[in-house]
């Protein structure tokens, strides 16, 4: 009998016997995204929506702002983790696979029509509380439509330097390069336009001039707001948990998430809302001239727009 059991203890040595892993229940979420134009904030993403206005001080003289009247968002990856560097396991949630089809309507964020979406995450097992310290946003684009100021009506059949609207504009959101299209006033446009100012051409989902996949927010676990610049290869740190390549926006804006264990056989629902808040959201500049009005106008998102973002999650 001792012999017996001392081949069994060898067996396992050379053959990796492993405890089986602690089972637990599932997990399904759903996220609504709405936009959010007063003085309510979320409980984990904590937008400053009583906005005071900040402005650039490198675009000329502030002209006015502009409230979009649409407002769009595509992801290529939304996830809640506890990674940090020099953990061995983590945990994570995807709302949705991330080998979704680009063209799925889940990967929409249609915040101006209150719209709602659900996922089941794959390969969840709750056995275990679990602290979720990050909220990341990988973006795709984000799209807006809204009028111009009647001043800029003289320039309808021009280009403004820092708004280009040539080759149209795909709104079907069924790619990821959606363009921009001007009718009079009236603008339909991806981010491009309003975020190459700011960042120098380079702006987060960019690396030196070459685009790469998405632009990312990275909330929690830091005590700021700046902009992390990863390089090119992606190397994940904690300014960057899932390690994406090129420059990284983070916040300080998020309070971390505890999911309480999941019995076997019971299935936990995680209700999350997602606003923007727009108001002004697109500033306008009087450019190199600082005359209003004129070709060289700036047109830009404001400053530190992301901190706009307000999330609320609840499991049931």
Request: glycine share 8%; proline share 5%.
């Given at each position: ?186 603008v339909k ?13 380079n702006w987060?989902?960019f690396t ?109």
């Open positions: 009998m001792k012999r017996a059991i001392f081949l069994l203890a060898i067996l396992c040595i050379l053959f990796g016997c492993k405890k089986k892993e602690k089972e637990g229940g599932k997990l399904e979420c759903t996220m609504t995204y709405n936009i959010l134009n007063n003085t309510k904030v979320g409980n984990n993403i904590k937008a400053n929506n009583e906005i005071m206005i900040d402005r650039y001080s490198q675009f000329g003289d502030y002209i006015t702002s502009i409230t979009p009247s649409r407002f769009v968002g595509k992801f290529l990856h939304i996830r809640l983790t506890n990674w940090h560097e020099g953990m061995d396991q983590h945990f994570n949630i995807d709302f949705f696979n991330n080998q979704l089809d680009l063209a799925s309507p889940q990967r929409l964020a249609d915040f101006s029509n209150n719209s709602s979406v659900s996922f089941t995450p794959e390969g969840i097992n709750v056995s275990d509380k679990k602290e979720l310290i990050y909220f990341i946003a990988v973006c795709l684009f984000l799209y807006q439509e809204f009028e111009l100021p009647v001043q800029y009506e003289s320039f309808s059949g021009k280009i403004l330097q820092y708004l280009n609207c040539e080759g149209g504009v795909n709104n079907n959101f069924d790619g990821i390069f959606i363009g921009a299209e001007r009718t009079g006033c009236f446009a991806s981010h491009e336009n309003f975020m190459a100012p700011i960042f120098d051409q987060p989902g030196g001039n070459c685009p790469v996949t998405g632009h990312t927010y990275v909330f929690g676990n830091t005590d700021s707001t700046f902009i992390f610049d990863n390089g090119p290869d992606g190397t994940q740190t904690n300014n960057n948990p899932m390690g994406q390549p090129g420059y990284i926006i983070r916040s300080s804006n998020f309070n971390p998430i505890t999911i309480s264990a999941i019995p076997v056989g019971e299935t936990k629902t995680i209700k999350g809302t997602m606003s923007f808040n727009t108001t002004d959201l697109i500033q306008i500049y009087a450019g190199k001239d600082n005359i209003p009005y004129t070709m060289d106008d700036y047109f830009v998102y404001a400053p530190n727009f992301w901190e706009r973002i307000s999330v609320t999650l609840e499991s049931y």
